[in-house]
C-alpha cells in the first residue's frame, strides 16, 4: 500500500517551461488536494477536487491547471513557469478527516 | 473565512522538559483540528486531531493537545520532549459542513528545537 505518491521528486525549469506533476493515491479517497509549501507561508492551497471529473480553485491557483480525469490521480500543470513558482509542492488525498500527504515535489524555476 | 494562527516561529526546549507548542484558530461553525509534522525534506506526516468528544487527545509519539473552545486554542504539549522531536509542527483547521470536512487551512509552523 504505497498511500500517495508523487512524480517526479526533484525538477529545475527554465522560466516559459510547462510541466506537469503526477499524483497518484491507491486509497480509493475522494478528495486530492495540491499545495504549495514555501518559507514562513505554510501550506497554501493551490487547487483541490472532490471527486473523479471535478476541480476546484483554492487560496492561489494563478499559473496552475489542474486535472482529475481518473479517481486515483490529480495532476497538476504549470504552463509557463515563472521564478515565484519556485517552491515544495505537496499532493494529499481524503476520505473523512484528515489528510495523507505525499512526500513532494522540490521544483525551481530559473 | 477559516484562519489557523501560530505564534511561535520557533521553540526551544531542553531535553526531558515538556514542550508545548501553540495554535489558535477561526472558523465559523464547530471546527476539526488537526496536528501534523514534518521532518527536514520530507512529507507531512499525521499526529493527532479533535473532531468531536474529549477535549483532551492523545496522538502519535507521546503528543497530546487540549481543545479549549473558549479560547479557540488548540496547543500541542508532550510532557518531556526528545531530541528526536526537533521537527516542523503545523496546526491545521477545517470547517464542519454538515458532517463533512472542508478544506484544511494550515497555519505557518513552529519549528521546534530540542537540544540534549
Known amino acids: 500500500n504505497a498511500g500517495v505518491t508523487q512524480t517526479p521528486k526533484f525538477r529545475v525549469l527554465k522560466t516559459g517551461q510547462s510541466m506537469t506533476l503526477l499524483c497518484a493515491q491507491d486509497?480509493?479517497?475522494?478528495?486530492m488536494y495540491w499545495y504549495r509549501q514555501d518559507p514562513g507561508m505554510g501550506l497554501r492551497l493551490i487547487h483541490y477536487?472532490?471527486?473523479?471529473?471535478?476541480?476546484a480553485k483554492g487560496e492561489v491557483p494563478d499559473g496552475y491547471n489542474v486535472s482529475r480525469l481518473k479517481k486515483q490521480n490529480f495532476l497538476l500543470g504549470l504552463e509557463s513557469a515563472a521564478p515565484s513558482q519556485t517552491s515544495v509542492y505537496f499532493c494529499?488525498?481524503?476520505?473523512?478527516?484528515?489528510?495523507?500527504f505525499g512526500s513532494g515535489t522540490r521544483l525551481t524555476v530559473v | 473565512a477559516q484562519s489557523v494562527a501560530q505564534p511561535e516561529d520557533q521553540v526551544n526546549v531542553a531535553e526531558g522538559n515538556p514542550l508545548t507548542v501553540k495554535c489558535t484558530y477561526s472558523?465559523?461553525?464547530?471546527?476539526?483540528l488537526f496536528w501534523y509534522v514534518q521532518y527536514p525534506n520530507r512529507g507531512l506526516q499525521f499526529l493527532l486531531k479533535?473532531?468531536?468528544?474529549?477535549?483532551l487527545v492523545k496522538g502519535s509519539y507521546g503528543f497530546e493537545a487540549e481543545f479549549n473552545k473558549s479560547q479557540t486554542s488548540f496547543h500541542l504539549k508532550k510532557p518531556s520532549a526528545l531530541v528526536s522531536d526537533s521537527a516542523l509542527y503545523f496546526c491545521?483547521?477545517?470547517?464542519?459542513?454538515?458532517?463533512?470536512?472542508?478544506?484544511?487551512?494550515f497555519g505557518k509552523g513552529t519549528k521546534l528545537s530540542v537540544k540534549p
Open positions: 472558523v465559523s461553525g464547530n471546527p476539526y
Open positions: 477536487s472532490v471527486g473523479e471529473g471535478t476541480t
Open positions: 486509497m480509493n479517497h475522494e478528495y
Open positions: 479533535y473532531i468531536t468528544g474529549d477535549n
Open positions: 494529499a488525498s481524503s476520505y473523512t478527516y484528515g489528510y495523507t
Open positions: 491545521a483547521v477545517s470547517a464542519d459542513y454538515g458532517g463533512s470536512q472542508g478544506n484544511l487551512i
